[in-house]
C-alpha cells in the first residue's frame, strides 16, 4: 500500500519566519502535487512536480521533488497571514492519486 | 468559468438511514473523481468516472456506497444505509484528462466545496 506521511501535522509559526513542510513515502511517484486547503473549501493546485530534482518556485514558496521521485518539499519563505491553511500533498502513480493527511500551518500576525 | 458545483453544502442523517449528494463537474471535463475527508486526514479517493464509465472504484465500500454518473456529466454519490463512520465531507473533483498519464498542463483536477455529512 503506498502511503505519503507529511510532516510536521502541525505548525505555528511568527509572521516573517520561514518554514519547510515534507511529504514522504516509501514508493516513486510518477509526480506529485501539492494542494492548500481553507476551512469549508476544496483543496486548490499549488504546483505539479514531475522531474526527479525539480523545483519549482511560486512567489515566496519553493517546491522540490526528490531526485528518486519519492519525496518533496515546499519552503515558505517570510511567512504571512494569508499562507494559513492546511497543506495536501498527493502522489500520482498510473492510476492513483494518494493524498497525505496534511500540515496544517497557521501563521501568526 | 464555473467550478464544480455540490449540493447540499451539510447534510445530517441518522446512522441507518440514506443520503445522495450531487456534484456538476466544469463544463467539457471528461474525468470526476468523488473523495473522503475524514475530519484531519487528507482526501481518500472513492471512485472516478472517464465520461460515464467506472475507471476505478476499488477504494468505494460498494456494500453500502454508490456512484453513477448517467450521460457522463452530472455524478451522485449514495450511502445506503448510513454509519456512523461515515461522517466525513464528501470532496466531487473534475479534470480535463485522466491524472496519471502526465498530460501536463491538463493534468489538474478542480474541486467543489464540498458536502459536510454527519451522521448521528
Known amino acids: 500500500t503506498q502511503l505519503l506521511e507529511q510532516s510536521p501535522q502541525f505548525l505555528s509559526i511568527q509572521e516573517g519566519e520561514n518554514l519547510t513542510v515534507y511529504c514522504n513515502s516509501s514508493?516513486?511517484?510518477?509526480?506529485l502535487q501539492w494542494y492548500r486547503q481553507e476551512p469549508g473549501e476544496g483543496p486548490v493546485l499549488l504546483v505539479t512536480?514531475?522531474?526527479?530534482?525539480e523545483v519549482k518556485k511560486l512567489k515566496r514558496l519553493t517546491f522540490q521533488f526528490g531526485d528518486a521521485r519519492k519525496d518533496s518539499s515546499l519552503h515558505i519563505t517570510a511567512a504571512q497571514p494569508g499562507d494559513t491553511g492546511l497543506y495536501l500533498c498527493?502522489?500520482?502513480?498510473?492510476?492513483?492519486?494518494?493524498f497525505g493527511k496534511g500540515t496544517r500551518l497557521h501563521i501568526l500576525p | 468559468e464555473a467550478g464544480v458545483a455540490q449540493s447540499p453544502r451539510y447534510k445530517i442523517i441518522e446512522k441507518r438511514q440514506s443520503v445522495a449528494f450531487w456534484c456538476n463537474p466544469i463544463?467539457?471535463?471528461?474525468?470526476l473523481y468523488w473523495y473522503q475527508q475524514i475530519l484531519g486526514q487528507g482526501p481518500k479517493l472513492l471512485i472516478q468516472?472517464?465520461?460515464?464509465?467506472?475507471?476505478?472504484d476499488s477504494q468505494l465500500p460498494k456494500d453500502r456506497f454508490s456512484a453513477e454518473r448517467l450521460k457522463g456529466v452530472d455524478s451522485t454519490l449514495k450511502i445506503q444505509p448510513a454509519k456512523l463512520e461515515d461522517s466525513a465531507v464528501y470532496l466531487c473533483?473534475?479534470?480535463?484528462?485522466?491524472?496519471?498519464?502526465?498530460?501536463?498542463?491538463?493534468?489538474?483536477?478542480?474541486f467543489g466545496a464540498g458536502t459536510r455529512l454527519s451522521v448521528l
Open positions: 514508493s516513486v511517484f510518477s509526480s
Open positions: 468516472f472517464q465520461n460515464n464509465g467506472v475507471v476505478d
Open positions: 473533483a473534475s479534470s480535463l484528462v485522466l491524472l496519471a498519464g502526465g498530460w501536463g498542463a491538463k493534468n489538474i483536477q478542480y
Open positions: 512536480v514531475v522531474t526527479g530534482g
Open positions: 463544463s467539457g471535463h471528461a474525468t
Open positions: 498527493a502522489g500520482l502513480a498510473w492510476d492513483k492519486i494518494i
